[in-house]
């Protein structure tokens, strides 16, 4: 669920500038791996697949505890060999991490926290992905492109239960009033989030 919500708004926000603007990028976009949101200030997460329904969530929110906290809080203790290590240290060593989660088996897990430590940013980073009301709001509005509630809810149902295709998604969108919708971007964007399994 949390990839479809997340992977949606991705796609409603595809450009083929913004494909090309590799480094220094920012809003909510899906690549080769994985989906990204980063708002070039206090917030960056990213969501990969890892294979055979594996997937690895991390990022930091300026509300988080566990950057600063002491004694240091080991992010990668208890992890499985398969997420990625020597990315996720040099994110870690220079101190641009803020939690790291993982999820396999159908169930989500992270290294323990000391009692002390109650935020770790992911419900302040993710919560806009999480919460269908919000997710609907977002793509919804002036900037995402669906033309009424009723069409919000048609394009959120579609991705949620995969079956989003390029027609479906661009009959229940429209330009947004300050730009022309990328469809090629989009298109692209859809099928790499993979929200068509049909």
């Not at 494909?19 to 920012?26: L, N, S």
């Amino acid at each position: 669920m949390l990839w479809a919500r997340w992977a949606l708004i991705a796609v409603l926000e595809a450009t083929a500038q913004g494909e090309r603007e590799v480094r220094h990028r920012t809003g909510t976009w899906v690549d080769g791996e994985g989906l990204h949101l980063d708002d070039s200030g206090c917030t960056w997460w990213g969501f990969s697949p890892r294979g055979e329904g594996r997937y690895v969530l991390s990022g930091e929110d300026e509300s988080s505890g566990v950057k600063w906290h002491e004694p240091p809080v080991d992010l990668l203790a208890g992890a499985p060999g398969w997420l990625p290590h020597d990315r996720l240290k040099d994110l870690l060593s220079g101190y641009e991490l803020g939690c790291v989660y993982w999820y396999e088996n159908g169930a989500w897990a992270r290294a323990a926290y000391p009692g002390t430590l109650d935020d770790d940013g992911l419900d302040c980073g993710t919560s806009r992905f999480t919460d269908r009301t919000d997710v609907l709001h977002t793509i919804a509005d002036e900037e995402h492109g669906a033309t009424s509630a009723g069409d919000a809810e048609d394009l959120l149902a579609h991705a949620e239960n995969y079956r989003l295709t390029p027609e479906l998604l661009m009959s229940l969108t429209a330009d947004p009033d300050w730009r022309q919708r990328d469809r090629p971007a989009m298109t692209r964007a859809l099928e790499r989030a993979g929200l068509n399994r049909a």
